[in-house]
């Protein structure tokens, strides 16, 4: 199994880079540039989907207590000099060459650990680049990221790349991170219009055939800016809920809706510490925009965080 956050270009995870980290020299060679435009308008491009998630009536004590929790990133590495990551000064670590040098060559992560630090109020960061020199992300430097991560004190791991298939390396680090109550959210793909198929790690946090019930994490599509199913995001059975993912800081995809529903995750334990991370999801799940109702294009629905800290405050 090889997946790669330019081919989350091909699992169709990134239909479009952000067009805010483009002065970045390494950056749009493997990814589209999104709109001239935006490229300095950061807060403008997050305001959408904070305002269609009900992120901003979130309380402001409550993003405060998010500090607590910290949110695993796994992906391709970060700038840690982008303005968003800066003021966090995340913890770093590559699996690969096993140091503290995460730096993107591709981009991807950068955006993702990005949103995830928009998204989550005070949580800290931890980055783990699992990818190597070619962008891919093979099953044992991703199981060995997982495992990485939940040594090193992530409560939540935010997974924004995909394949058609899994491997028992996977599935050992996936349970590993479960059995030690880590919540772990994972983007489900992009490739709706190349014959939908169900995709990992996803599959294995919402299994094929759920309808959005039980699982082990969350498998996160994307909603447009109507709050639709976005034309490209996967549509299934494994579907557990959804969030923004058109125009996030510039991107498109299901890799951008998922760093949002990690960040959510942040602040409804930072709500209430002693939620286990099952609570976290059923209560994600709860108070999404369907109301209860599941469906293949968009799960339980568009997350709404701050109904979701709400019932959090009053969960025992």
Do not use: C
């Not at 309380?59 to 207590?65: I, M």
């Not at 579907?239 to 949002?260: H, K, M, R, Y």
């Amino acid at each position: 199994m090889a997946r790669t956050a330019t081919a989350a270009v091909v699992a169709g995870l990134a239909v479009a880079a952000a067009a805010w980290f483009a002065q970045s020299p390494a950056l749009g060679t493997r990814l589209p540039a999104a709109a001239p435009g935006t490229a300095q308008q950061p807060a403008a491009a997050v305001r959408w989907e904070l305002q269609a998630t009900d992120a901003t009536a979130v309380p402001d004590a409550v993003l405060e207590d998010a500090a607590s929790i910290e949110i695993g990133v796994v992906d391709t590495g970060a700038d840690v000099s982008a303005p968003t990551l800066a003021a966090r000064r995340p913890q770093t670590y590559d699996v690969l060459t096993r140091n503290v040098d995460v730096r993107d060559t591709y981009g991807h992560g950068t955006l993702v650990a990005s949103i995830a630090a928009a998204a989550g109020g005070d949580a800290r960061l931890l980055i783990v680049k699992a990818a190597g020199t070619s962008g891919t992300i093979s099953a044992t430097s991703e199981a060995a990221a997982i495992r990485y991560a939940v040594t090193h004190g992530a409560r939540i791991l935010n997974l924004s790349f995909a394949g058609p298939t899994t491997s028992p390396v996977e599935r050992a680090a996936i349970r590993y991170a479960t059995k030690r109550g880590v919540l772990l959210v994972a983007a489900a793909g992009n490739a709706y219009a190349q014959g939908n198929p169900v995709e990992y790690p996803a599959a294995l946090l919402q299994p094929a055939g759920s309808n959005g019930r039980g699982g082990a994490g969350l498998a996160v599509g994307a909603s447009g800016f109507d709050g639709t199913r976005a034309p490209f995001s996967s549509s299934g059975s494994w579907i557990s809920l959804a969030a923004p993912g058109v125009q996030v800081l510039g991107g498109n995809g299901t890799s951008f809706a998922a760093p949002q529903v990690a960040g959510a995750a942040a602040l409804v334990w930072g709500a209430n510490p002693a939620l286990t991370a099952r609570q976290v999801a059923d209560i994600l799940k709860t108070t999404a925009s369907g109301h209860g109702a599941w469906t293949p294009d968009l799960g339980y629905g568009v997350i709404d965080v701050a109904a979701a800290v709400r019932l959090a405050a009053t969960t025992s």
